[in-house]
């Protein structure tokens, strides 16, 4: 079954979730609305991240509030994981959840043309693989952020529910790349998918680039619902010489593309 979980005790996440059982889910047992083959879940939780999914999941999709402490207003996709040996925020040390590359990137086109012909006015990016729970199915959270302000901003959090709307079960299957960027917000990854690019699945931030070994690469390369990564998507202005060298040998050694972006 595909899940789409979220929690009606955070703000973002009931309101999402509030515009999908408005228009197109309808009431299917305590807690659960259904869409075709997609069940609605409010997992009564503290937090997002706290959620559990069910045990007959094939993947699932949390709607989340973002918190930063620059409090920008964003909506933003990424998957679940920990490209380190540290667990701050859940999940095991040094694993990552399965992307749904297609998914994601219907989302992120959906939200950018959603957030432009309403002027939102909000960014739109994806965000690095960041805190747990780390699963072995497809996990991905669509946020918005970054604040209480934007949690409850009702035109944001519709935003999000539309694009939900648009994607599921309407994904485009295309070549997936695994990334490497400079910043937690992919500025690049995401310009480049939204310039008629392949989907983003793993992307991997200049900040946790100490933590790429072999078994982290193979990671971002297998792990993902669409199969593994056709390519490598590097930042070629965020890394110095010796990182990109590091990068090439795993490409190689794994034969996989290495692209420059």
Request: charged share 25%; glycine share 6%; with cysteine.
């Amino acid at each position: 079954m595909k899940y789409i979980l979220f929690t009606s005790k955070q703000t973002a996440s009931n309101n999402i979730a509030r515009f999908l059982i408005e228009t197109e889910f309808s009431e299917a047992g305590q807690n659960t609305w259904k869409k075709d083959d997609f069940l609605l879940v409010d997992c009564l939780t503290s937090t997002v991240l706290d959620i559990i999914p069910p045990a007959d999941a094939e993947f699932a999709l949390v709607l989340s509030p973002h918190r930063s402490e620059t409090k920008k207003p964003c909506l933003t996709v990424h998957t679940s994981g920990n490209w380190c040996p540290k667990a701050d925020m859940g999940g095991d040390p040094s694993k990552l959840s399965v992307s749904n590359p297609s998914i994601m990137r219907s989302l992120i086109i959906s939200m950018d043309s959603i957030n432009s012909s309403t002027g939102l006015g909000f960014d739109v990016c994806y965000e690095a693989d960041h805190h747990g729970p780390t699963l072995d199915i497809p996990y991905t959270f669509v946020e918005v952020g970054s604040s209480e302000e934007q949690w409850g901003n009702l035109k944001a959090c519709k935003a999000v529910a539309d694009a939900v709307l648009d994607s599921i079960g309407k994904e485009e299957k295309t070549k997936a790349f695994f990334g490497i960027g400079f910043s937690h917000y992919m500025p690049s990854m995401t310009k480049y998918v939204l310039n008629g690019a392949d989907s983003a699945g793993h992307l991997l931030p200049s900040y946790a680039f100490d933590c790429l070994d072999e078994n982290m690469f193979l990671q971002g390369i297998e792990r993902n619902r669409d199969g593994k990564a056709d390519y490598v998507a590097l930042e070629k202005k965020a890394f110095n010489s010796a990182q990109k060298s590091k990068v090439r040998g795993l490409c190689e050694s794994n034969s996989i593309e290495l692209v420059q972006i």
